[in-house]
Structures are given as C-alpha cells and as structure tokens.
C-alpha cells in the first residue's frame, strides 16, 4: 500500500543509497528496502551473515514488519525495523580510540562479510554507532554480493574517514579529528598527505594508503576507471583476486593498529588532582548530586541524562548506575579517551563519552542542513548537569549569564548547575590575566539570570566550599508543553 | 568489468588498489605457506593440537 500519511517521514540523511532509505512513524524508526536490493539482502539473511554479526554485537538487529505501510509500494521490497541506538553521535565528537574501535570495527564486519560472500559497499564512519561500550554497524543496506576479481569499492571511503583523520591525530595533532566536522566525507587524501609529516611515509600502511593513494587520485583524477586493464589484469589472474583483498585488509588493520595516542598534557585531564576541592566537600557535592538526579530520575523509566564539562566522567557515573543513558560531555580529547577507555575496561553500560565544545557545539551539518542533526535538536535531555563549569563559560568565553540559561533551558527539562564564585581559586586563575567586567557574576545575579528561565527548585551551599549547586526545572520545555 | 556502485571508488583508488593487490596479496601467499612449512614442522616433531595451531594463527594475525 502507498501511503500519503503525513506522520511517516523520510530521514533527511538517508538518500545516497539506492538501496533503501530510513523513515519515521509514530517515534519509530523503519528502514526500506528496496526490490533492487532484493538478492543481497535475502544474502544477508540467508548465508547466516546477519546471524553472525548481531550475535557478535557488529551489527544493530532488526525485524522485519508487515503492518507498517511503506513510503513507495512501486519500489518496496520489505520494510524492516531496526532496534535504536539511544544516541546518535558523530566522528567528530569521538575520541581518538573510538575512531580507531570503529575503524577496526568496520574491518571486521568486511572480513565476515567476505566469508559469506560479500562485500561492504561503503566504509562510511557515520555508519557506526556507539552503545554499552560497543561500536556496532547500523546500516544494515551496507552489503553487495562479492565477485571474486572486485576490488574494495570502500576502500576510498575507509581511508578518507578513518585512516586519514586518525594518522593526522597520531602524527599531528588530536584537535584535527575536527577536520571531519568540515569535510562531511572523511578528510580528503591529499590534504591528509600534506598535513602529515615526513616520518609517516616511513609506515608502509600510511605511504600505501594516504600518500600513494592521494598520488594516484590526483594522476587519474576526473579519468573513467579504466575497466580495459581491469579486465586484462583480471583475465591474467592478476586483478583483485580474494587474497590480494585480504591482504588490502590486513594492511589496512595493520595500519590502524600501529596508531597510537597518548592522553597527556592537555587542559582537563588532570583536573580532578587541581581542583581546590577538600575530600569532604567533594563527597558532599557527590552525594548532593546523587539526591538531584534521585529527584529527577523518578519521573521517567529510561531517562537521558547530558553532563556537560563531565571531564573523565566522575559525576556522569553516578547517573549512569542510576540506569540513565548518560551523555558524557567534555571539551578535551584527552578526558574523553580516558573516560571511554575506562568504559570499556569496566564494560560499562549507559555511559558514552563524547568531546563537545560547549562554545561552539556540533551544528546541522551536510545536504541542506539536515544530514548530521545538531546538538539541541538531538535533545532535549532529561537532565543536564553543568558542574564546575559556568565559570568557563561565562569568565573565559564572555557568555552573558542570561543567554547561558537560555541555552540550557532549551537542552534539557532538569538542570543540575554548579555556581563557583569569584573568589574561588579557579575563577581566580580565569581573571588573573584579565581585566573584570563580570559585575553581575555573583550568587544573586546568577539567580536572578537563571530564573528568566528556570523554576529553582533546590539550592544547597557545598559544605565546605564556597559553591552552591541548584535544582532547577526548565521553563521554556515545560510551559511549552 | 561492469560494477553496479552507488559510491564512485575513484579511479586513482582503483588504479592503486590493483597496485597494492599484487604485493598485498604475495604477502599473503607468503604467510600461508610459510604457515604451512611450520606447520609441517611442527607436525613432525610434536603433535601439535588443532587448538593450539588456531591460537598461533590468531597470533601471527595481530602481529602482522
């Protein structure tokens, strides 16, 4: 049945692949599939492929459904629903060992693939979705059948979205991952082989597969693939038989591998050994937040919690084993690979880390806007947590306060926020190489410039400490409700 | 050669996978046999169990 019902959307991101598109009714989500897919997808779910993936946690489960009408009846072939991942992140908000898990995520869903005769058709970074410490594959249109002799088609799209961006955060620097924030399809090779220094054409996998590779695009570039010596090579014997492929593989793996970060030396990292915060008055902020969120939580039975300057993730845990997904959100790479390695040590669930510059967080990004949605329009959240972190903002970002809680108020219903005062040691450091033109920067103008905007529910001086943390409850959300 | 593909491979990527194959590939080659003569060896000096010889490939997996 065709539907003209205006409740089913089609995904913005979802039309580069003939394949079949995702679409939305009633808060689910669907995926298409088209009659044009028909062959490789009975392959995927035939061979045991599919099987094998979701019970090794590669790629996001499904069902397939009859009572959901489809948006095209000319073209459908099924209609299927995909499980929903609870948040869905970009490659630019990750940090450098999510990127390399993703990278060799992909890797390993290629080799599975192979082994049931076929093939990803794309390697696109924004296919991969974290959850419960796990990267796992959510396009589940990502197969073709694989015709011995077939080169990777991806294999461009694997270099450009993660080879290139991790080699130039392993050899350059780790603020480059935001180069994908600008180029929506991985960093390009020829800029990657430019930034990068010379010693990093002394790895073979990086000379092959970013320097090489960016020669040989810039020799051929805007010539057909050149399918007369394809053939000729592939009649010899001698085109991309399935052990040149698994050896592509190997050298790839074997590359990301060999990258390596180290989180040291920037801003935050060791923030928690800094901070002027006596043991006492740190375990009652602790427990003060505990009986916030306690508050909070009981209104919804799977709330989404955003801590935001969550540095390695301390007071994020405590939402966390609460049982709320938690959105982990710090500006500095090297506190966000040390929170996400610490999920992954532990296994954690309901925890993802992720960087995020509150000055200037993730937009809309790709065709028309819509492709990779922006921060508030992945909200809003259930609660946000600001701990420690206004002073940031409003000290070293000149971010008035009444347009700071006018900003938050649209992220999240609940708001957990920390004041720190002018005198405490840490604005100190922020003002002492600059003139003081924060006159309404104290208790009662940070009340008076949340209440525009929040009803204040709680306040409670940190024994201790010259802070004060506040309950408040949004309400812009709320009376627009 | 006739490849239905939604994503346009490049051709410099092409060209240089077909480059990389040849040498990729002879590695491969390499390994396995060289996997095999160990293999042999191995076989004929002690009986080595089919677990233990799924642990050693594992192992040569991550170092290469």
Known sequence: ???????????????????????????????????????????????????????????????????????????????????????????????????????????????????????????????????????????????????????????????????????LMAYRDIRLNQLLRVYIDGVPLDLASELLPFQSRLRFSLLAHIHLHAAAQKRYAGKPV??????????????????????????????????????????????????????????????????????????????????????TGLFSRIASQQGALTLSFDIDPAAVERNYQQTVEKSEKNILPLVLDLTNPSPALGWANQERQSLEERGPADVVMALALVHHLVISNNTPLTDLAAYLAKLGHWLIIEFVPKSDSQVQRLLASRTDIFTDYHRDGFGTAFSQFFSIVETCTVQDSERTLYLMKSRILHDAV | MHFLLYLDPGSGSFLLQLLLAALLGGAVAVRMYWKKIKGFFSRSSSSTSSNEEITSVDEQKKDG
């Open chain 1, 226 to 311: 050149p399918t007369k010596l394809a053939a000729q090579r592939q009649n010899k014997g001698g085109g991309m038989s399935r052990m040149a492929l698994t050896g592509l593989l190997d050298s790839l793996e074997s590359g990301i591998r060999s990258l390596s970060w180290q989180p040291a030396g920037t801003e935050w990292a060791e923030y928690y050994d800094l901070t002027n915060y006596s043991t006492q008055a740190f375990e009652e902020k602790k427990r003060l937040v505990a009986q916030f969120l306690n508050t909070t939580l009981q209104e919804n039975s799977k709330p989404e919690v955003w801590d935001l300057g969550a540095n």
């Open chain 1, 1 to 167: 049945m065709d539907s003209n019902n205006p409740l089913i959307k089609k995904h913005p991101a979802s039309f580069r692949d003939p394949s079949g598109f995702l679409f939305s009714l009633d808060g689910k989500l669907y995926r298409q599939i088209n009659r044009g897919y028909q062959a490789e997808y009975d392959q995927l779910m035939k061979s045991g492929l599919y099987q094998t993936l979701v019970k090794e946690g590669l790629l996001i489960p499904h069902q397939e459904v009859n009572d959901v009408p489809s948006l095209d009846s000319s073209t459908v072939y099924r209609v299927i629903r995909p499980e929903m991942v609870p948040f869905i992140s970009y490659p630019y908000e990750w940090s450098f060992s999510q990127l390399k898990t993703a990278a060799l995520v992909t890797l390993q869903i290629q080799r599975k693939a192979l082994d049931s005769g076929m093939s990803l058709k794309d390697a696109s970074a924004y296919n991969i979705q974290f959850w419960d410490s796990k990267a796992v594959l959510i396009d589940t249109l990502s197969f073709e059948i694989y015709k011995e002799g077939q080169p990777w088609v991806a294999y461009r799209q694997f270099c450009q979205h993660f080879m290139a961006p991790l080699a």
